[in-house]
Structure formats: C-alpha cells, structure tokens
C-alpha cells in the first residue's frame, strides 16, 4: 500500500501540471480543470493500493480527470463542441503518454504564462504558480505568504477571477511580447526560489521553483536567460545541505563543509550557464555562484571576478543590496579597507539605513582589520535588527567568538 501511494504521489508530481494545463486550455475553467485533476489524485490514493499501480500512470489520470470534466460539464449542459473536445484528450487502451513537443508542452508554457501575467499582482502570480503549475497545497501557500487558508484561498478566486474577466488570453506571446513577458515570468520562479532560500523559508518551496526552472528551460530552449536564472538556482541551492549544523544554525559559506555541497547539481548549473551568453542579472549572479561553486576552498575563491560581476550587476540597475554584496566581494578581494571605503559610498545614499545586514558586513570587515572588539559590538547591533531568528543567531555566535 505504501508503494502505491508513492507512486501515485509520483506521478501527481510529474503529470498534475500537464493534466491541469490540458484541461484549461480545453474547457477555459480554471476551478473545473483543478478540482478534476485533484480528484483524480485523490482517486488513485484510494484505488492503486488495492487495484494495482496502472502501467500508465499519467495516463490513468488524465482519464479520470477528463472524464469527471465531462460529468460536470453534462450536468452544466455545456455546450457539445466542449464534450467532444474532451472526449479527445483520453488516449486508447496502451497508448503511451504524450511526449514533450507534443500540444502539451504547449499547454504547460501556456500555463506558466498565463499564471505569471503581469496584469495579475506578484503575490496572486506566485500564489497562482505554486497551486496551478506545481499543485501545492493551498495551506502551504498561505505558509509560505504569511497569510491564513482562507484569505489565500480568495487570492487564489480572485487572480482566477481577473483572468476570466480581463480576457487574459491562455497562450505564449510570440515576438517582442515574449521579449517583453519574459522577464516577469522568471521574476516570479526567482522570487519562489528566494522565499525558500532564506534562513527562515520553506526548502520545498525552493526545490518547486528549481524544478520549474528546469521545466521552463527545457520547454524554452535556446533561451540564455532562463538558462542563466536555472544555473544560479541549481548553483546556490547545491549548498543547501551544508548551510546549517547538526543543531539546526546557519553555517556561513566560508566555513561549509564543501563535500556536503551537491556537486551533481553544481555540474548540471555549470552546463546551464555555459549556455547563457547574455550578460543579464541572472547570468552575472550565477557566475558569482559559480565562482563559490568551483572553489575547492574558501580561500580558493575568485574574488577579483566575484568583484568584477558586482560592478556589472551595479551597472545593470543599482541597488542596496548589490552595492552591499559589492563591498563585501571588494574586502575579500582587495582587503578590508578597499571593502569599508565601498560600504561607505554605498550608505552614503541611505539606501542602506534600514537594512540590518549592512551592519553585519561592517562587522565582519573590522574583524578583519584585526579590530575584535568592534567587530563584536556591529555583530551584537545587527543581531537585534534582523528579523530572521536563524540569522539572529548566527550574527550572536560570530560576535560571541570575538569576546573574550
């Protein structure tokens, strides 16, 4: 029995997306194509452990879901172009699933796009992303966005909603719109991505937002930009195993322990950005993760280079926390005065007042210069500005390593 619950929990996995996408696409019901390809699920809970594991399990769940569409389209008295339309999607006895390429590659772009619609707020875009494209609970969403069950779940009607009424059409601009769209729909995979990263986020979120990388990339082929965004991904999450001890604290990356690091994932982010040939955010951000990731050592890093793509990232659009980061790559880089002097121009604009963090770096680079004392003091100031409690925790333990 527990055999076929992973398997049908497999394949909600790999086909949930494809079978909510198809069904949109033919039925334009948003709610409809979901709750169909829930209860299919929900059937194969029930029925594979005494029935059997299907051989085709995609399959066997797009039948059941088309064929609830069809009963409650019936008893909807839909119209009988939709039911034929249906009545279509079901292949024959021993047909295998339909290959990538096929009209369901195009049904899961489709989707992606539709979800990530700029006309749609970021929040309802990741919300939307995370319930349609990967079918994750919608209390795990509402976990993830610091917000109770219900009011997500009317987020969720309502972005459903806007779409229905604004005629957002289900379809992958073509052309400039895609130029255009693009950056929006990666936008909302990275933010996924960060809200699992942080020190206090969920893992899985981050781990469903490397798999639609990975999806996107190879829905969208010959595209740097979504290759650049996939190898920084997979390049920082491949630390994810050695960023915390065996009590549960954050380790910072100069002390990881490097064998922890998920080196078939750091391989598969390095083949990503060797295809990205632009020189966009993601792909500077991703040759600073790979400059971490092919160091054998810490003291091994390429901080020249690390520095270097800080200033072109500076350059693309200045913010705090790129004008941060480049400070801290320059103390490494060129010494901990050259780090100051750039964490000075960078305050000088106030971008930074609020940012807790900044205090942190100016700790670390006293420490460097030997100044212990300081340095303790900016560690003990910026634990009691962040709000994470990993990081608190963190920055207490640096400090207290100062104190005599």
Same mark, same amino acid.
């Given at each position: 029995?527990?055999?076929?619950?992973?398997?049908?929990?497999a394949a909600g996995v790999h086909a949930y997306p494809r079978?909510? !996408?198809?069904?949109?696409? %033919?039925?334009?019901?948003?709610? $409809?194509?979901e709750d169909c390809t829930q209860e299919a699920l929900t059937a194969a809970l029930e029925r594979w452990p005494a029935d059997g594991v299907p051989a085709n399990p995609g399959g066997w769940l797009m039948t059941v879901a088309r064929n609830r569409a069809i009963d409650v389209l019936r008893r909807a008295a839909v119209e009988r172009r939709k039911l034929h339309d249906l009545a279509v999607l079901t292949p024959a006895d021993g047909q295998p699933e339909p290959e !990538?390429?096929?009209?369901? %590659?195009?049904?899961?772009?489709? $989707?992606?796009?539709?979800c990530c619609h700029p006309a749609l707020a970021i929040e309802a875009r990741v919300a939307l992303t995370l319930r349609t494209v990967c079918g994750v609970p919608t209390a795990d969403i509402a976990r993830l966005l610091l917000v109770s069950e219900s009011t997500m779940t009317r987020r969720l009607t309502r972005a459903r909603t806007r779409i229905a009424q604004a005629g957002i059409p289900y379809r992958v601009p073509s052309g400039p719109a895609l130029a255009e769209r693009l950056p929006g729909v990666l936008a909302v995979l990275y933010l996924l991505f960060t809200r699992g990263y942080l020190p206090d986020g969920e893992p899985a979120f981050a781990d469903e937002a490397v798999r639609l990388a990975r999806l996107l990339d190879a829905l969208m082929p010959g595209h740097s930009e979504v290759a650049a965004l996939r190898a920084l991904m997979l390049l920082q999450h491949s630390r994810r195993d050695a960023r915390r001890?065996?009590?549960?604290d954050l380790v910072p990356l100069d002390r990881q322990d490097r064998r922890r690091w998920d080196h078939a994932a750091v391989a598969e982010g390095l083949a990503a950005l060797a295809r990205a040939r632009d020189d966009g955010p993601y792909a500077w951000q991703a040759r600073i993760a790979a400059c971490h990731a092919t160091a054998a050592r810490a003291e091994d890093t390429d901080w020249p280079a690390?520095?270097?793509?800080?200033d072109a990232l500076a350059a693309l659009g200045p913010s705090p926390v790129v004008a941060l980061n480049r400070a801290v790559a320059y103390?490494?880089?060129?010494?901990?005065?050259?780090?100051?002097?750039?964490l000075d121009a960078a305050r000088a604009g106030g971008g930074l007042d609020a940012h807790p963090l900044a205090l942190a770096v100016e700790a670390d680079l006293a420490?460097?210069?030997g100044d212990r004392p300081r340095a303790a003091t900016l560690f003990r100031r910026a634990a009691e500005a962040v709000g994470s409690t990993a990081e608190r925790r963190a920055l207490l333990a640096r400090a207290g390593e100062l104190t005599p």
């Open positions: 029995m527990a055999a076929a619950a992973q398997a049908a929990a079978i909510v !996408a198809t069904l949109i696409r %033919v039925t334009g019901d948003w709610s $409809l194509a !990538a390429g096929e009209d369901v %590659v195009d049904d899961r772009l489709r $989707l992606i796009f539709t001890d065996g009590a549960g690390v520095a270097r793509a800080y103390g490494y880089a060129y010494g901990p005065e050259v780090g100051l002097a750039a420490a460097r210069q």
